[in-house]
């Protein structure tokens, strides 16, 4: 049986030990296009990335703003899908043994699949941890079981509204970290208030004892300081696509690939070098 090392401890220890917050970029796969998947994941972690989220494209991404929708739409409109996103995974693994990548998608390719035949081939492929945005986590034992057995982590969202039912089952079967969602609404929308943010995370703590990571709403080296400061993670996905859109408007397709890479790599190295001067809180250590 292939068990997973555990790649994403690995890299929290390392990003505690510095003394920093982990940076965990989002990508689409298969934006801007299939053969750039790959390429662009080893960017990313030139670029410092500690975590790799990998969407998995799907039709009704609901809880995904105008941005990431956009990418996952131009993702299946060139034939991508949830095979060849864990073809991507083994390819990157071919060079990069030790970044984590976490996948980020919805239930309907993982059903489609079945859960028992997607775990195999995701842990075959090298992928380190899960997130299935409409697994509820009081429902999924047995998918987090399975994930669990081959060592990969269930990963579970929470948002302003959780309840504190809602973050116990999260607590009870999350590993590798969790997902605050910082902002009600869809990915790319509005602004973050730190002070809401460290509030949550703090009740958040009470019963979730592994890194919580902090996403929607940072989109530059400010809004990426203040949230490191109180989060063991900064995730970070709307604007980095918004980057590549722009770096491609013009170039022909045969550019692409270099062009959004380029482009992602320079933008989340500025966004790494923020975090590299950040003193977290104490308490959130």
């Known amino acids: 049986m292939t068990v997973q090392k555990d790649r994403i401890g690995a890299a929290f220890a390392r990003t505690q030990a510095a003394g920093r917050a982990a940076l965990i970029p989002y990508i689409a796969a298969g934006d801007p296009s299939p053969a750039s998947c790959v390429p662009l994941m080893h960017a990313l972690v030139r670029a410092g990335a500690d975590v790799i989220e990998l969407g998995v494209p799907f039709s009704d991404p609901m809880a995904d703003g105008p941005v990431i929708q956009r990418a996952t739409e131009r993702a299946i409109a060139q034939g991508m899908s949830l095979r060849k996103v864990l073809d991507a995974v083994a390819d990157f693994r071919r060079q990069d043994a030790d970044t984590p990548v976490v996948l980020m998608g919805y239930a309907n390719p993982v059903e489609a699949m079945g859960q028992a035949a997607f775990v195999d081939q995701a842990a075959a492929a090298g992928v380190d941890g899960v997130l299935v945005v409409d697994y509820p986590p009081e429902e999924v034992r047995e998918f987090a079981d399975l994930l669990g057995a081959k060592g990969m982590a269930p990963i579970f969202l929470l948002a302003p509204t959780s309840t504190e039912a809602r973050i116990e089952a999260v607590g009870k079967v999350a590993r590798g970290y969790a997902y605050y969602v910082s902002l009600k609404g869809v990915t790319g929308a509005g602004h973050i208030d730190t002070d809401d943010v460290a509030t949550k995370l703090a009740a958040i703590r009470r019963h979730v004892h592994i890194p919580v990571g902090v996403g929607f709403g940072i989109r530059d080296a400010d809004s990426a300081q203040r949230v490191a400061r109180v989060a063991d993670a900064v995730v970070i996905g709307s604007k980095l696509i918004e980057t590549m859109e722009k770096a491609i408007e013009g170039v022909p397709a045969a550019g692409q690939t270099?062009?959004?890479?380029?482009?992602?790599?320079?933008?989340?190295?500025?966004?790494?070098?923020?975090?590299?001067?950040?003193?977290?809180?104490?308490?959130?250590?």
């Open 258 to 285: 270099d062009a959004a890479a380029t482009a992602a790599g320079n933008w989340l190295s500025t966004i790494r070098q923020a975090l590299d001067n950040v003193k977290r809180d104490p308490a959130a250590a």
